[in-house]
């Protein structure tokens, strides 16, 4: 019970003045003119009305997403650093990297001798407004810049991780790991997959699976885009977020992930979309040039996605600005970087952020945003989402953690389930110098985007939103390992190994994913 | 019931592991260690929490020696192999801060001279394991105030330095956010290079380490020191 008034004590702190607050406030008191309201039964008729006017589900919505981002009541004694992560050698890695990054960004700065920040002047801002709806058409020179990290420098980084405590004299065996990553996070097997996601079962309807063409769509389709329809009527998250697990019907994706997510499009987010753009038009920081750089390495590149390019700049740009996301770093195991204005080090009156949201792109950066530009054509809207989205789960996927859905926790997942259940394949590729994890960290790191065609990718991250987790990811990489497998087992290299799985673009994730988890023995 | 606890001086052994086999080096590991929690001579305490961060230790029982004013010394298990690590072999809960209250023990913890904690850990795949930050709490009468449960917890949250304190007033600020868009329409229309930004940075202090916050002023974020942003390097 303790723990409970805790975490309601906590939530209202959250949503006490928050805009949404201040409109029911004003409802109610707008309600209060009603003849239906009644001065001795004041409580309960007002209760009644925020109820029948939807107020009260916009605030269980609101309750439920705050819950999703809840840490666990903390002990007394747990320092701050302990929230972000518990294990303390997880917690110096994840530092030691940082540092690194930041260094690179540093040197870079000094190098091309282009300032982290500045203010643009009166003409460039004007320039800029103008051209905001196309900044693709920008000719200017990125050659210089280069990304400051890629997920292959990052991977060594998550080979090398080790705990001092860890008693690994035991040399090489069956029972040992024969993976890259060699920290001993708990992570669940077959058996225990097949309880959590029950609902993607041999025997339960999908979308992905059971809305094929040679279907009847009375057979599972129409009921379930019905069921949906329902859903988004009655515009509740928890509902949406447990329907979404069978998959989305397309025409219904866009408002059931807003609405699993509490991402609003009010007058108000709208509003802050501007303030963040003004940001954009204001300030011209060096993480611009990485975001401009990255989306042409990348999603510029990619027959899906190049016609959203101006999408792409439009919310990573804000993004950047967006200081809210600087709350995610309390349960984040990653530490924003700092600095100081006009050179004042040490003076915290002039520190500051940098970027303001703390989060320094990488290479592939751009690709968690690419997906949704096919959801949202509203910015303002498809920034909301983006925004929820990375400081629920992506965020996971580039920091040191021993979170259940962080990369470590996803790498070492994947080896597992591969070792278990395809060890002729793991021991194979090992002797060939090919470990598994070298070719499908990059695919994990940026949860497939970019690898599977568009509507595939989509049922992929309707699963992750279902079940509030990316462990969904790991298993469809050891799926695809299974499905490639009597290939894998001729090839003699690397090189080979990577030949056979370079195009994924064919691939039915859902039948990969329930093969794998419902049809394979154990 | 409120009870004010004070944390009690204590001398802490350093742990025993026990060994099977005669000569060190001969002994094998048995997973099992004890650290014994010495308290002040000659003034027993009613125990209301013990409090420790673990330390690859998978499982904890207490043992307490206790002395009662008219009778002998006598050793009382007050916890039976409470599970801090689900799976010993696996780092959950391996680094987690715990407490156990007077309310989970066997016995009443009171008159207690010594305290006995036998460590297991089965698993070989950890070098050492241990208890650190070991803290015991004296039980202490209620306070003459009657405090609701809901309301301490909440009082335990303000504590919390992290959390934003006073919080403005929402007709005001949609009020200056209106007048902040009017300016920023204002700034576009005329182009000069004066900046609109506002001083928002707030700095907390947690422990050791100094938080800069910029502040979240009811969806208004400015990220800004006084308009400028001019930053050059990162510090590391």
Same mark, same amino acid.
């Given at each position: 019970m303790d723990e409970l008034s805790v975490s309601i004590a906590h939530i209202v702190q959250r949503l006490r003045g928050s805009s949404l607050h201040s409109q029911i406030e004003r409802h109610a008191k707008e309600c209060l003119?009603?003849?239906?309201?009644?001065l001795d039964s004041l409580k309960e008729d007002v209760r009644t009305f925020l109820k029948t006017t939807g107020w009260e589900r916009k605030l269980q919505n609101a309750v439920y997403r705050e819950l999703h981002v809840l840490q666990p009541p903390h002990h007394l004694s747990a320092p701050p650093e302990h929230l972000k992560e518990p294990l303390a050698y997880m917690r110096t890695a994840q530092a030691c990297w940082e540092r690194r990054v930041f260094k690179s960004l540093n040197s870079m700065s000094s190098e091309l001798e282009v300032p982290l920040a500045r203010m643009r002047p009166a003409a460039e801002q004007k320039d800029l407004t103008d051209k905001w709806n196309e900044m693709g058409t920008d000719e200017s020179d990125l050659s210089r810049f280069r990304p400051v990290y890629a997920p292959k420098d990052f991977l060594e980084v998550l080979i090398g991780?080790?705990?001092?405590?860890?008693?690994? !004299?035991?040399?090489? !065996?069956?029972?040992?790991?024969?993976? +890259?990553?060699?920290v001993p996070l708990n992570v669940r097997d077959i058996k225990q997959l097949r309880q959590t996601y029950a609902e993607l079962s041999l025997t339960c309807g999908q979308l992905g699976i059971d809305d094929n063409a040679h279907i009847h769509p009375d057979l599972f389709e129409n009921e379930y885009v019905q069921m949906g329809n329902k859903v988004v009527l009655e515009q509740n998250s928890a509902a949406s977020q447990q329907y979404i697990r069978?998959?989305?019907?397309t025409e219904l994706r866009a408002e059931l992930w807003a609405l699993t997510l509490n991402a609003t499009n009010q007058p108000q987010d709208v509003m802050y979309y501007e303030q963040l753009k003004a940001g954009v038009i204001q300030h011209d920081l060096l993480v611009d040039n990485l975001v401009y750089k990255d989306v042409k390495l990348t999603a510029s590149n990619d027959d899906y996605y190049f016609v959203f390019e101006d999408f792409l700049y439009q919310v990573l740009l804000c993004f950047s600005r967006?200081?809210?996301? +600087?709350?995610h770093f309390k349960y984040n195991s990653a530490t924003p970087p700092k600095s100081y204005i006009e050179g004042k080090v040490g003076d915290e009156q002039c520190a500051v952020f940098y970027p303001p949201n703390g989060v320094i792109p990488f290479h592939g950066f751009s690709m968690y945003v690419a997906p949704l530009c096919y959801l949202y054509n509203e910015p303002s809207k498809l920034y909301s989402v983006f925004r929820e989205m990375y400081v629920r789960y992506f965020f996971r996927l580039h920091s040191i953690s021993s979170s259940p859905s962080g990369i470590v926790s996803l790498c070492l997942q994947f080896e597992w389930l591969l070792q278990t259940h395809l060890p002729q394949l793991f021991y194979h590729l090992r002797q060939i110098g090919a470990q598994p994890l070298r070719i499908a960290f990059k695919w994990m790191v940026r949860a497939f985007s970019g690898y599977l065609s568009t509507d595939q990718l989509l049922l992929l991250w309707d699963r992750i939103l279902g079940y509030d987790s990316l462990e969904v990811v790991a298993v469809l990489a050891a799926a695809v390992f299974a499905f490639r497998a009597e290939n894998l087992m001729e090839v003699t290299s690397l090189a080979s190994a990577e030949a056979v799985l370079a195009? #994924? !673009?064919? #691939?039915?994730v859902m039948p990969l994913i329930q093969i794998f988890l419902f049809a394979t023995a154990v | 019931m409120s009870t004010s606890c004070d944390a009690v001086s204590c001398s802490i052994k350093p742990a025993v592991h026990l060994h099977i086999g005669h000569a060190p080096s001969n002994a094998a590991r048995s997973g099992v260690c004890v650290v014994d929690v010495h308290l002040p001579f000659g003034k027993p305490v009613n125990i209301e929490r013990i409090s420790f961060k673990n330390f690859y230790t998978a499982s904890l029982s207490v043992r307490l020696l206790t002395k009662e004013p008219t009778s002998l010394c006598k050793w009382l298990t007050a916890i039976r192999d409470v599970s801090l690590m689900e799976n010993p072999h696996c780092e959950d809960g391996a680094q987690d801060y715990c407490s156990l209250i007077r309310e989970q023990m066997l016995v009443e913890p009171d008159h207690v001279v010594q305290i006995r904690l036998i460590l297991r850990q089965p698993s070989a795949t950890w070098t050492t394991f241990d208890l650190e930050e070991i803290n015991i709490y004296t039980h202490t009468h209620q306070d003459s105030e009657e405090v609701s449960d809901w309301l301490s917890e909440l009082t335990l949250v303000d504590q919390d330095p992290d959390h934003v304190q006073e919080l403005p007033d929402s007709q005001s600020v949609s009020c200056s956010i209106q007048q902040m868009l009017a300016l920023t329409e204002v700034m576009k229309n005329n182009q000069n290079s004066s900046s609109i930004g506002r001083y928002q940075v707030t700095h907390t202090h947690t422990h050791t380490h100094t938080h800069t916050r910029a502040r979240v002023f009811n969806n208004v974020c400015?990220?800004?020191?006084n308009g400028c942003y001019d930053v050059n390097l990162l510090s590391l």
């Open positions: 003119h009603q003849p239906d309201i009644k991780l080790r705990n001092p405590n860890h008693n690994s !004299s035991d040399g090489v !065996s069956a029972k040992s790991h024969w993976g +890259l990553i060699q069978q998959g989305c019907p967006d200081t809210t996301v +600087l709350e195009d #994924l !673009s064919t #691939l039915k | 400015m990220f800004q020191v």
